[in-house]
């Protein structure tokens, strides 16, 4: 961590500097300043962490260098120093972000502490980043790998990777993905995200080559490399490069298929098993969308249609034995992009499947479990109208459970997972709300209104409105405290 410190005064800076090295091994001073200019120049050079910032030098004075530089140099932090207890200054200070200020002389302990607590802000927004990043990175390659790119997607690809001319997947097999990750990091020529999928570890690199000669050679070199370290049983498939972000999901389907049928030098499979007139017409990423919206509309017959076709598609370019393991990393792509719009399936056991009988039943169950779940939603809202229809009347969970025809737990567990409130809540609410309603619009006595929405005892419907308002009924009527007539 790199500090700045910025003082009129040469004495303040070079015991400030002492103070500094002395109380820590791991903070350098980068440079000093004895104005507001020379403090934006040595910013512009050191690009500091931190910044000592004396208030009242002659020129530009600390608050305007701050501001100069926040804009070049946004996640820079400031301490302020100023011989003045003054307000005005501190707010201003805190205008441009400032957390930090420190009245001179300056206490040694109070120095320490401030330097502490600018630097955990750094380190805490330095792993923030890092999260962030991750989870984009994981947005970007999900969306490429199940061919679902937007234009939010693009967006994100070309902010991150702005000198990005060509990409290509590996995906690596039967190996373990901590090893993985440990050996990119020390190996990998430029950047990459990569995700774990099922049994296999997909990576997308970035490269600002423009010639896919030359790529496809850093490619292999870099495969061949990886080979080296990983166990024996590994196989790595590569994928063509892409220059254009919507064809990269081909470059992923390329690899996949290469890991799993190619020529093997070192127990790697390497290579571009699909031809090149197949990858450009687009028919296996066509097929396999084609069949994932069928599945995704719960529509059997055809997403069956539509499996045949891909199935067959895939047994031109490739035997039994490793489509089945294609179909395999389909059938969890499949998976995660149904659980990511909220469809239950974890217990549908795809990694089981193993034959092309077994995959039609998958298709069968992925199906059947979207129907009911789509049912499900649909006797909610039979439910709803219900209440609403009725909720002047006396009625219980049993009786709307019968009238969409589902057992009362069943109900119980689908109502609450749909509304996000339990039965009983959720008609309170709904009597509450026309009560508030008949109060404010009405002229009807409080036990006409407890009637009206569904309660036969006044007293009780007064406890409970309070309970859900804070307001007794006359309260909610008459905002200022005065009671009706």
């Not at 060509?166 to 097999?173: H, K, N, P």
């Not at 589902?406 to 749909?418: A, C, G, M, N, S």
Request: charged share 25%; with cysteine; proline share 3%.
């Amino acid at each position: 961590m790199n500090i700045i410190i910025v003082d009129d005064e040469i004495i303040e800076r070079k015991a400030m500097r002492k103070f500094i090295e002395e109380s820590f091994t791991h903070i350098k001073v980068v440079g000093e300043a004895a104005n507001g200019r020379l403090a934006i120049e040595q910013a512009k050079i050191h690009k500091p962490d931190i910044m000592f910032m004396d208030i009242h030098m002659p020129g530009i004075d600390g608050l305007e260098a701050i501001r100069q530089i926040l804009q070049e140099l946004p996640k820079t932090k400031f301490i302020m120093v100023s011989a003045y207890n003054s307000f005005e200054y501190a707010k201003e200070a805190m205008k441009q972000g400032v957390k930090e200020y420190i009245l001179k002389p300056s206490n040694k302990q109070e120095t320490l502490e401030a330097i502490i607590r600018v630097e955990q802000e750094i380190n805490q927004e330095k792993l923030q980043l890092i999260e962030s990043q991750k989870l984009t990175e994981q947005h970007i390659i999900t969306a490429i790998i199940q061919n679902e790119q937007t234009t939010d997607i693009e967006t994100m690809y070309k902010n991150y990777y702005q000198n990005a001319s060509m990409a290509f997947f590996q995906v690596f097999t039967q190996s373990k993905p901590a090893l993985i990750t440990n050996l990119l990091k020390e190996k990998a020529p430029f950047p990459y995200i990569e995700k774990e999928l099922g049994d296999k570890h997909a990576v997308l690199f970035i490269t600002d080559k423009k010639s896919a000669h030359h790529v496809k050679a850093d490619a292999l070199t870099l495969a061949r490399t990886m080979s080296q370290a990983l166990p024996t049983s590994t196989t790595i498939g590569i994928g063509n490069p892409f220059a254009q972000l919507d064809k990269l999901s081909i470059s992923y389907q390329q690899a996949l298929l290469a890991s799993a049928q190619l020529t093997k030098e070192a127990n790697v499979s390497y290579g571009y098993p699909l031809t090149e007139e197949n990858v450009e017409d687009g028919t296996l990423i066509k097929l396999e969308k084609s069949l994932v919206n069928e599945i995704q509309a719960g529509r059997l017959e055809q997403a069956n249609d539509y499996f045949h076709l891909y199935y067959d598609y895939l047994s031109k370019e490739t035997d039994e034995k490793n489509m089945i393991h294609i179909l395999g990393e389909w059938g969890i792509r499949l998976k995660q992009s149904l659980e990511s719009q909220g469809i239950k399936i974890r217990d549908i056991p795809i990694l089981e499947a193993q034959t092309k009988q077994d995959f039609l039943k998958l298709i069968r169950q992925f199906c059947e479990k979207i129907t009911l779940q789509k049912e499900g939603n649909d006797s909610i809202t039979m439910a709803k109208h219900f209440i609403h229809a009725h909720y002047q009347e006396s009625f219980s969970l049993e009786d709307v459970a019968a009238y969409v025809d589902l057992t009362p737990t069943y109900f119980t567990k689908l109502f609450k997972e749909q509304t996000k409130l339990t039965f009983i809540d959720y008609v309170t609410a709904y009597r509450i709300e026309k009560a508030k309603e008949l109060l404010l619009q009405t002229k009807l006595s409080l036990k006409e209104i407890a009637y009206e929405v569904g309660y036969k005892d006044p007293n009780y419907f007064s406890r409970v409105f309070k309970k859900w308002t804070n307001r007794t009924p006359k309260q909610y009527r008459k905002p200022d405290g005065a009671t009706t007539k």
